[in-house]
């Protein structure tokens, strides 16, 4: 079922009901008939923005006119809300004009690549393609390029407003091919570049994403696919995770690499050199594929969730001068450590274990400071539960029946430095160890008779937390 229900009333008002909630909440949108009204934006300074946009992307101006009357048309009627959840990010209010807002070039982009179809990357040019329209954002047009749409700058505004507000209550953390998580666009707000360290301390980034291990991953998805790279068409019936819109700008898709929890393919288009590649990942819920595309060590803009565009995306590049040739090199290129971290803290497998430390007892996070090498990370303590399987675990484990308060740790596959365990000690406060499912799913085991501990897999993390943090 759609997300929304249009329908007209007797009055011509255009509503919108949310469907698959408790209560339907009802939007009017208002009387449409105002909806062509004429603005102040004159007949010539209409067409002299037209033609700089229409020599920008290669399009004629009847293209161009088409695909924004089919995208007035979509604003009004709201009948795709996962593109109005794409377009968003960029409809930009206008300072000191609450009815009016800003659609930027990426923006455009978008709107060009769905009613025209292709892929409309903006062409460089010697000079700013909206030079004197707007000189204080040279990416972006000025509100009154909205009439041209033939909606009205309130209209559209109240309505993409509207729209906001009721999508955000409906918002999963699974989304379709064009959708984003609410909780990666709170991220986006904060962030501004793919190494920021917060982005694997948010709630949601750590045992959120079950999957199914297997040794023949890549061996199953090559029996589905093929081997090879495959058109991103091949996988429009996936549903995924974090999926960005940068993947409505790319073509194909190739083998990176593989391990028993996830494939990675590198995503690019084969029909422009100016967009960064970026990479994906693909795991496997029992007889299932799913995609992900992680956020921390990746190529894509985190911002606005497109891809990076060379001449557009400047802020993220940097001049680099190599005997005595300028270079010009993405601040952040691709770091797969990162990327492979992000993934595996992500994942979680169900395995039901005969007693996990959340049925033994509540956790307090209290960690000690490590002073020696080791493969041990103190996380605090655990209070037992008076419970039969609590009594039979300790009975199992000859650990005294009437002990309470217990140290609680975590082994890791290998031993590090006693400032990488600190880090990585600093990085646990940031998890709900009493509700985690990854925590969950984890067997609980006896150290020493007087200390309990799981088993955590946590990909680079020990190793590069104590530098990830600082950078």
């Not at 659609?103 to 040019?125: A, R, W, Y």
């Amino acid at each position: 079922m759609d997300l929304f229900d249009d329908e007209k009333d007797n009055n011509n008002n255009i509503h919108a009901e949310i469907s698959g909630m408790p209560e339907n909440e009802e939007i009017d949108f208002g009387d449409d008939s105002n909806i062509n009204a004429e603005s102040g934006f004159d007949s010539s300074e209409k067409d002299a923005v037209l033609n700089q946009i229409s020599q920008t992307f290669g399009v004629t101006q009847e293209q161009l006119d088409y695909a924004m009357k089919e995208f007035s048309n979509l604003l009004i009627t709201g009948t795709d809300p996962e593109f109005i959840k794409q377009i968003k990010p960029h409809m930009h209010p206008v300072e000191d004009d609450e009815s009016g807002f800003q659609l930027d070039i990426m923006g455009l982009k978008i709107i060009l690549d769905k009613f025209l179809e292709g892929n409309h990357v903006p062409k460089q040019q010697s000079t700013n393609p909206f030079a004197g329209i707007d000189p204080t954002n040279p990416q972006s047009m000025i509100s009154e390029f909205m009439s041209t749409l033939g909606v009205s700058q309130q209209d559209a505004n109240d309505l993409i407003k509207r729209i906001e507000k009721i999508t955000k209550k409906n918002t999963k953390n699974i989304v379709s091919n064009s959708e984003i998580g609410e909780k990666e666009e709170e991220i986006d707000n904060l962030l501004s570049d793919s190494y920021e360290y917060e982005i694997i301390t948010q709630e949601d980034s750590f045992g959120f994403i079950k999957h199914t291990a297997s040794e023949d991953i890549y061996e199953n998805f090559k029996d589905v696919y093929g081997e090879g790279s495959y058109d991103l068409s091949m996988f429009a019936t996936l549903q995924g995770y974090n999926l960005a819109p940068a993947l409505q700008s790319i073509d194909k898709l190739e083998y990176l690499e593989h391990n028993d929890n996830y494939i990675l393919l590198r995503a690019y288009s084969d029909s422009n050199n100016e967009i960064e590649d970026f990479v994906v990942a693909i795991i496997q819920m029992d007889d299932e594929f799913q995609m992900m595309v992680p956020m921390y060590g990746n190529t894509y803009n985190i911002e606005s969730g497109n891809v990076i565009v060379k001449g557009i995306d400047d802020t993220l590049y940097l001049e680099e001068e190599k005997n005595d040739v300028v270079e010009v090199n993405l601040k952040n290129p691709l770091d797969l450590e990162r990327l492979k971290t992000s993934i595996d803290i992500a994942l979680y497998e169900e395995k039901r274990p005969l007693l996990s430390v959340q049925e033994f007892g509540k956790i307090f996070v209290a960690p000690a400071p490590s002073t020696f090498t080791s493969n041990f990370v103190k996380v605090g303590r655990i209070k037992a539960y008076d419970s039969k399987e609590v009594e039979m675990f300790k009975m199992h484990c000859d650990i005294d029946e009437d002990q309470e308060i217990f140290d609680f740790y975590i082994k890791l596959d290998d031993e590090y430095s006693a400032r990488m365990l600190r880090a990585v000690q600093e990085y646990f406060k940031y998890i709900d160890f009493n509700t985690n499912e990854k925590i969950k799913n984890c067997e609980l085991y006896s150290r020493n008779y007087e200390a309990l501990y799981i088993e955590l897999d946590l990909g680079s993390l020990p190793e590069f937390a104590h530098l990830w943090r600082e950078r």
